[in-house]
């Protein structure tokens, strides 16, 4: 349900949903192609840059090794972030400090602190490349004396000041690789949430069809079997009649639950049927007749939107299933009103209660509600001052909610 696609070109995949570098995504391996990479960058880089600064000392083994160490390092960026932002530092401090020639030192520095910020060590990071520049200022215009090359001077606040702007912009760009990457991490989180509550909500409503569908049907058949039972050998005839209720009510069950299936199976197709409405309130009330139930219906529904008119048919029919199964009264009463933005169902019985359930606290009316509440309307049900119970319903007219985008 969640699940996005690139077409036409567009961003790659992990520009929408993370870097690939991201440690929650996958575990960290070892990075070794990029690091063998860096590593033979950084010595043949260092050599052709030695060839353009001979007033530095010439790369000997012991530089060789300092450049190798500082690079290798870099296999642990993933899983020792703030190990490698302090070696390479050390590497790149030991070779500064023993006059080599300026080049791509910098390079397994800049990447270790990176790598300390984006895994979320960032005191490290800043830590490291301030002791890197306190060194770097500290050996280029005072050390100097007394380090090698013999005869050299102080380095020029120009190149200096360009020292210190690299290391700014390393740490300002680990920065935002850390903001973005956080950005993405949270933006993942909320696409799972998200399709978390969607799959909620779907189950929840899926179980309120289910249970409406359902309940009513085999609440008829229920009746209808005791009658069936009571009357096979002294009436044959009624307890026929009261078999052909059970098949018809078996029969449409049966095509409604196929129908709810089929949503489930495909969500994107149509319905092979319309949904239920109020337009199919006779067709209640003679279901609840042959359960034995009387039902008066006043009033005439107005014109609904799709979402609002199942709602209001399922709360009839769960508060009729609900006289059947837990009331002593034969007799029910619908009445129907509305306004420009309202449409008020009010199902009455002159009771008394007869099943355990009847206080309300079932799955039917935690259903009714849920479908209101919904579609931003509301459901009373409880008993009536003067006996019997009651079932109220009051449904907004005009809904922009999920339920009617379906």
Request: charged share 20%; hydrophobic share 45%; net charge neutral.
């Amino acid at each position: 349900m969640d699940e996005q696609r690139v077409r036409g070109g567009g961003p790659p995949q992990w520009w929408r949903h993370g870097p690939p570098w991201d440690g929650a995504a996958a575990p960290a391996r070892w990075p070794w192609r990029s690091t063998l990479l860096v590593t033979v960058f950084v010595l043949v880089g260092s050599s052709f840059a030695g060839h353009g600064q001979p007033d530095r000392v010439p790369l000997d083994p012991y530089a060789r090794v300092l450049l190798l160490v500082g690079s290798v390092l870099l296999l642990w960026r993933h899983r020792y972030p703030v190990g490698v932002a302090f070696g390479t530092v050390l590497a790149a401090v030991l070779y500064f400090g023993a006059g080599y020639p300026y080049g791509p030192v910098f390079l397994p520095v800049a990447l270790g602190c990176f790598g300390a910020v984006v895994a979320g060590r960032r005191w490290a990071a800043w830590t490291a490349l301030g002791a890197l520049w306190a060194s770097h200022l500290l050996m280029a215009h005072w050390l100097y004396r007394w380090l090698p090359p013999q005869h050299d001077h102080a380095m020029p606040w120009g190149r200096e000041l360009a020292v210190a702007t690299w290391l700014v912009a390393v740490a300002a760009i680990s920065e935002l690789a850390r903001t973005r990457r956080d950005q993405w991490v949270r933006d993942r989180a909320e696409r799972a949430q998200a399709a978390r509550r969607r799959a909620d909500e779907e189950r929840l409503r899926m179980a309120r069809e289910l249970h409406d569908v359902l309940a009513h049907s085999i609440s008829v058949i229920n009746v209808q079997a005791g009658v069936g039972l009571a009357l096979l050998d002294s009436d044959p005839e009624q307890a026929r009649t009261a078999l052909t209720t059970i098949k018809a009510a078996s029969k449409e069950a049966l095509g409604e639950v196929r129908q709810v299936l089929d949503s489930l199976r495909t969500p994107g197709d149509a319905p092979r049927a319309p949904a239920p409405g109020l337009d199919r309130l006779p067709e209640l009330v003679q279901q609840a007749a042959s359960a034995g139930l009387t039902v008066e219906v006043e009033g005439t529904p107005p014109r609904l939107p799709p979402g609002t008119d199942l709602a209001a048919f399922r709360v009839v029919q769960e508060a009729l299933t609900n006289v059947v199964r837990h009331s002593g009264s034969r007799n029910a009463r619908v009445h129907i009103d509305h306004d420009a933005r309202e449409l008020w169902l009010r199902v009455d019985d002159d009771g008394p209660a007869t099943g355990a359930e009847a206080g309300g606290s079932g799955n039917g009316l935690a259903g009714m509600r849920e479908r209101a509440a919904a579609l931003g309307g509301t459901i009373e049900a409880g008993p009536r001052p003067d006996g019997g119970f009651r079932v109220l319903a009051v449904l907004p007219l005009k809904v922009t909610s999920k339920e009617d985008d379906r």
